[in-house]
């Protein structure tokens, strides 16, 4: 079993960046695929990106593509999220994901996604 720990998260005026970080534990993060969630004020959880186990494949949310990239480092046991042109309605509550099938990953279904992180806060101001 692998526990997923967040970080990066901060305050940043809109059209800055951030780079959130997924460290892993227990378990090399090799073994899964991985991905992005994130819950803003007043709505639920949803995908924004994902990758699969040996990073060649990334997958994004629409609002999303074309400003963050999803990325990992296996040497590190990590995985990232860099998030440029930061909007206002990115603020949310960003979760690191991992499961044993990318494609549950990829589906949304938060129901179907195996490990969670506890979650680092985006906030960005106008």
């Known amino acids: 079993q692998v526990q997923l720990i967040e970080s990066g998260g901060g305050l940043v005026q809109a059209g800055g960046s951030l780079r959130l970080s997924c460290a892993a534990s227990?378990?090399?993060?090799?073994?899964?695929?991985m991905g992005w969630f994130r819950r803003a004020p007043g709505k639920e959880r949803e995908f924004v990106a994902a990758i699969n186990r040996i990073g060649t494949d990334t997958y994004y949310a629409d609002s999303v593509k074309g400003r963050f990239t999803i990325s990992r480092d296996s040497d590190k046991n990590t995985m990232y999220l860099q998030m440029n042109s930061l909007k206002l309605e990115d603020t949310a509550v960003y979760y690191c994901a991992g499961d044993n099938s990318l494609s549950d990953i990829r589906s949304g279904n938060i129901a179907l996604v195996d490990y969670w992180g506890q979650g680092t806060q985006v906030t960005v101001k106008a």
């Open positions: 227990g378990r090399a993060l090799s073994w899964y695929a």
